[in-house]
């Protein structure tokens, strides 16, 4: 009684799943919003104060843009925009941000993405080969 009522849990918890997560794993297409915070290789901390995404997904490969607005010290909120190309496999994202100056294969990639995704909840690392800052962001998946 009990095997069976167990294997009923579990075969209903793996349709739920694969509901949920799609065949591929979990869909992150749509608007994303969040904050976090960084540090400069010299120790200089800063808040980001408003990270935006907007993503669209084909398969496993991700891409879009991102917007971050960072406050570093006493200095006033600067905003830096960019693009984003990432891979998302189960919950993990791979991926470089950076920017195109025309159109691909133009393109500069000048951070390292990692992350992951749970629901509606993503959190990453982004290490800027540019500035030498690694930073931690939390973002939500907006209404659609």
């Known amino acids: 009684m009990k ?9 209903s918890l ?7 997560a799609g065949k591929g794993g979990p869909i992150i297409t749509g608007y994303w919003e969040g904050a976090g915070q960084a540090m400069y290789v010299d120790g200089t901390t800063a808040e980001i104060t408003l990270v935006t995404a907007d993503l ?7 891409s879009g843009t991102a917007q971050f607005t960072v406050v570093v010290g006493e200095n006033d909120p ?3 925009a960019g693009q984003m190309s990432a891979h998302i496999s189960g919950n993990a994202i791979n991926g470089v941000l ?3 100056i025309t159109t691909a294969p133009d393109c500069v990639g000048a951070g390292v993405f990692e992350g992951k995704i749970k629901g509606k909840k993503m959190t990453g690392t982004i290490i800027d080969l540019s500035d030498g ?6 973002l939500k998946k907006m209404s659609d």
Request: with cysteine; aromatic share 12%; proline share 0%.
């Open 3 to 11: 095997t069976k009522l167990l294997s009923m849990v579990a075969i």
């Open 14 to 20: 793996f349709i739920v799943s694969s509901a949920f």
């Open 56 to 62: 669209y997904q084909e398969g496993s490969f991700i």
């Open 78 to 80: 600067e905003t830096q």
């Open 98 to 100: 950076g920017g195109c």
């Open 133 to 138: 800052s690694t930073s931690v962001v939390t």
